[in-house]
C-alpha cells in the first residue's frame, strides 16, 4: 500500500466493532432492528457490525447515498436507491462508516421517518470532531471519534480505492 499513516490497527477496529455490537444488542433486548446500510463506504463496517449484534429479531437492508465528487464533498446529498423492505414501524438502524457532515445521515433518517419509521438511530465508525450545522449533529453509537482528517479503510475510500484495507489510516 501506498504511503499511510495508520491510525487504528485492524484488531483495534474489530475490538471496538465487537463492543459496539455488544452494546446495540444490550440496547434492543427483544425489539426487533432494521440495520440500513449506507453504500458504499457503510458495506464493511456494517458487515462486521451485523455478526456483532446478537438479536432474534433482525433485518438488513441498504440504501445508496452520497454527496461526495472527486474527494470533494457537493453539499447536496443523493439518495441513489430504495429499500427493499418497507420501513413504515420500523425501529432502524443506519449504520455509515463516518459522521462527517452529517448531512447524508440526516437525510437518510429524514426519509425514514417519512415513510413511518417508529424510530431511527444510527451507528458509525468514525465521528469527526468538527461542528455539523446542517446535518446530524451526533451518531447513536460511535466506533471512534478522530480529528477532521482525510481517512482510508474500512469502507472509508480515495475516490473509491482504499476501502479494502482493514484498519484506519490517512494518505500522507
Request: glycine fraction near 8%.
Amino acid at each position: 500500500m501506498e504511503n499511510i499513516e495508520i491510525i487504528k490497527t485492524p484488531d483495534e477496529v474489530n475490538k471496538r466493532i465487537l463492543a459496539m455490537g455488544a452494546e446495540i444488542t444490550r440496547a434492543c433486548g427483544t425489539t426487533p432492528l432494521t440495520m440500513i446500510v449506507v453504500m458504499n463506504g457503510g458495506l464493511f463496517f456494517a458487515a462486521k457490525l451485523a455478526e456483532a449484534i446478537k438479536l432474534e429479531d433482525f433485518y438488513i437492508d441498504s440504501i445508496a447515498a452520497g454527496s461526495y465528487q472527486c474527494n470533494v464533498s457537493t453539499g447536496v446529498v443523493q439518495l441513489r436507491s430504495t429499500l427493499k423492505l418497507d420501513p413504515k414501524g420500523r425501529n432502524i438502524l443506519i449504520v455509515d462508516e463516518v459522521l462527517d457532515s452529517g448531512r447524508t445521515l440526516k437525510a437518510i433518517r429524514d426519509n425514514l421517518l417519512e415513510m413511518g419509521a417508529l424510530n431511527v438511530q444510527t451507528a458509525v465508525l468514525v465521528e469527526k470532531n468538527i461542528p455539523r450545522p446542517e446535518g446530524v449533529e451526533h451518531a447513536d453509537w460511535v466506533g471512534f471519534f478522530m480529528d477532521d482528517r482525510y481517512l482510508i479503510g474500512c469502507g472509508m475510500d480515495s475516490e473509491e480505492k482504499y476501502r479494502h484495507y482493514p484498519g484506519i489510516a490517512v494518505l500522507v
